[in-house]
């Protein structure tokens, strides 16, 4: 029946709280109680004390009986009690006194009671029915000490009723009170219940849509209790699963438009010589580009299968320390420049004695797509810089070149994957637009930084750091 998590909740907490509330109600009132009927007993003593006192007067004969009486009546009617003095002697009872009610010692226990409370001094009941007054009564009795003898006792009676309906009506305050807290909480726990159970049955109902393949929105939240921090992180869970999903959409759509390209102009081409399209002397020219287009497939297949490595997290680095001037020549010598673009002036500006702790293959890597880029992007009669310098714990790299730079606008995007600015999308040097991408994954794998500045028809600077080695010397 209970099966909801809002109804569990409901039942949970209205127990708890009802049981409390019930039980610190109760208690309140048994306290007050109690209190009630002691400060009675309190007062009882008192009013018995005062009454020793006058008994005691009169028998000196400081005041008439009369004027005992009097004091005892009036403090009757203050008490709100029936008073009796009773003194005993070794005849029995002896000098009696009752107050103005007149009735006599009917109550049988009266008599018992005296020899107890000679005995063992005072006592309180709470409840005690009286024959002579017809109801129940609270009942009082204090030894009568005359010159330190105890001689009788002092007996007093007082309705019940009085005190029961004047606590009776602090407990309705009292209960009324509990009564409207019960009802605010009630109040308060069902709105908790619900709001809790609501937002649990939304991230569960997105959750379920999330793993559907749908798209879902932010669920709100307010607060900062757990909840609201279980729905934040997971709001931002699924961004980033949306922002992933995206991203291997458009990567897949990338790859399949690079591959398309070139494979379509290998295809045409080929079909052109099986149909005897292609002059002969035209042959040689043809393949070259077939095998133009098959390293592009090459190189490209290459790039995807780092930044495939890269989506996992990146294959563990194999560090090293290693001099960069050594590491920087022969990269540079590997990539026969000169052969490539005749005319463009390589330079490097490299401490030798600097190195690096780092990933051999992978600063290979970056250096080769930084370069690659400068070569692809500068035409003769340009100049490519290669300059490494210090920088406290750090070694940063500069690939500067004087070619045809990179639009301000476009510069915050080049780092994207398969992103071309518009000159080099109508260039036919363009590559995928992975390389920058890669270069800066790889960097961050070695918490270092990428960045690059330009200026359109001046040249590019692409700079990143490396961690040093120790004492910086190899
Ligand atoms: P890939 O490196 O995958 O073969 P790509 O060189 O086009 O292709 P990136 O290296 O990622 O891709 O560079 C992204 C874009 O940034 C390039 O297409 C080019 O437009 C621009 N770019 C990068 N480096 C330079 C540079 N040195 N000079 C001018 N433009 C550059
Ligand atoms: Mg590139």
């Known amino acids: 029946m209970f099966k909801s998590l809002f109804a569990k909740l409901l ?11 019930a039980a610190s109600t109760a208690a309140i009132t048994f306290i007050y109680q109690a209190f009630v009927f002691s400060e009675k007993e309190h007062s009882l003593g008192n009013g018995a004390q005062q009454v020793n006192d006058y008994y005691v007067a009169w028998l000196n004969g400081e005041i008439s009986r009369e004027g005992f009486e009097r004091s005892t009546d009036a403090i009757g009617r203050v008490m709100d009690s029936v008073i009796y003095a009773v003194e ?10 009752e107050d103005n009610t007149d009735k006599g010692v009917k109550d049988s226990y009266i008599i018992e009671d005296l020899i107890n409370i000679m005995k063992n001094g005072q006592v309180f009941r709470k409840e005690e029915y009286s024959v002579a007054q017809d109801t129940y009564m609270v009942y009082h009795g204090l030894p009568l000490v005359v010159d330190g ?54 991230l569960e109902r997105a959750a379920a849509q999330i793993a559907a393949g749908n798209p879902v929105e932010d669920i709100a939240s307010a607060g900062d209790d757990e909840l609201s ?20 959409r458009d990567f897949i759509a990338g ?3 690079e591959l398309r390209t070139p494979l379509t102009s290998i295809s045409g081409f080929v079909q052109g010589m099986k149909d005897g399209l292609v002059p002969k002397d035209e042959i040689p020219a043809v393949l070259t580009i077939i095998q133009q287009e098959t390293r592009r497939l090459i190189s490209l297949t290459g790039e995807i299968l780092d930044l495939v490595k890269m989506e996992n997290g990146g294959e563990e680095l194999f560090l090293e320390k290693f001099r960069v001037f050594d590491a920087l020549t022969f990269i540079i010598g590997s990539l026969n420049i000169k052969e490539k673009k005749p005319g463009l ?50 070694v940063k790299f500069g690939v500067i070149d004087t070619g045809i730079g990179i639009d301000a606008e476009e510069l915050p995007f080049i780092f994207e994957r398969f992103y071309r600015t518009d000159k080099s999308r109508h260039s036919r040097t363009g590559g995928a637009g992975l390389g920058l991408n890669i270069a800066k994954a790889m960097v961050e794998q070695h918490r270092g930084q990428i960045w690059v500045e330009s200026q359109v028809g001046e040249g590019t600077k692409a700079w990143f750091t490396m961690p040093i080695g120790e004492e910086g010397e190899a």
């Not at 708890?16 to 509330?21: A, N, R």
């Not at 005993?88 to 006194?97: H, I, P, S, T």
């Not at 009292?174 to 709001?195: D, E, F, K, N």
């Open 88 to 97: 005993v002697d070794a005849e029995g009872l002896n000098k009696y006194y």
């Open 229 to 248: 921090q279980l729905i934040r992180v997971f709001n931002e869970m699924k961004g980033k699963l949306e922002h992933i999903e995206t991203m291997r």
């Open 11 to 21: 039942i949970g907490y209205l127990t708890i709280f009802i049981i409390t509330l």
């Open 345 to 394: 002036q390589v330079e490097m500006l490299c401490p030798e004695d600097l190195s690096i702790v780092a990933d051999s293959d992978r600063f290979r890597q970056i250096m080769l797509n930084l370069l690659s880029n400068a070569i692809k992007y500068t035409d003769p009669p340009g100049k490519i810089l290669v300059e490494v310098e210090r920088q406290g714990k750090w």
């Open 149 to 202: 003898v105890v001689k009788g006792a002092i007996l007093q009676y007082s309705p019940v009723e009085q005190i029961r309906s004047g606590l009776v009506q602090i407990y309705i305050q009292i209960w009324s009170v509990g009564a409207v807290m019960g009802i605010m909480g009630i109040l308060v726990i069902y709105l908790y219940s619900t709001r809790t159970s609501r937002s649990l049955r939304e």
């Open 255 to 257: 790859i399949s438009h």
